[in-house]
């Protein structure tokens, strides 16, 4: 996308407040356009598109969201005063011992080596960016740590299995012998080995 012009650039700056947290105006726009451009990377976009894409974005959250980024102090007093109870009762909504708390807090961390606010275009709110931020680390801190637990050893316990009769089991380990042998009579014999 073309870089925006000024015109449009003041009149979004504008509308999203972001003088209160002395943004400059070329970052707000910076990010404006990285945003679009994320929108519209795998399709062709015309002024039209742009400009409704534009209008639909979370603006007051994107300048925020870049005032944190850039190190604005009144940004990120604002951020952690207003957001950071929005991710505790998230997080609790999670896990009601507390545990995905620290998710909360390692979320912060990220945030202000500022890696992770390239990942936020204003498409959302910001609290629902965040939110959904959190809900993943909790996903992938829960499959991690369920990795490493030993499955059931009884088969019946397992979902959906049913019991097998000792007759039953071992007609079905005549049939799974007769299909593996049946597979590997038709390969090449470098294949068999």
Known sequence: ??????????????????ERWDLPIATFAEALE?????????QPSGPRDVD????????EDLALACACANGSEAAWEYLVREYRPVLYRSADVLDA??????????????????SLFRYFHGRSSLATWLRSVLAQRYVDRTRAERRFEPL?????????????????????Q???EAALLAALDRLAAREQL
């Open 1 to 18: 996308m073309p870089a925006l012009d000024e015109k449009r650039a003041s009149r979004l700056y504008a509308a999203a407040k972001a």
């Open 34 to 42: 990285a945003s679009v451009a994320h929108a519209f990377r795998s």
């Open 52 to 59: 409704a894409y534009l209008s639909s974005l979370h603006l």
């Open 97 to 114: 011992t507390g545990g995905a708390r620290e998710l909360a807090d390692a979320i912060y961390g990220e945030l202000y080596a500022r």
């Open 152 to 172: 059931p050893e009884d088969q019946a316990t397992l979902p959906g299995s049913a019991t097998i009769t000792d007759s039953g089991k071992s007609r079905c």
């Open 174 to 176: 005549a049939l799974v």
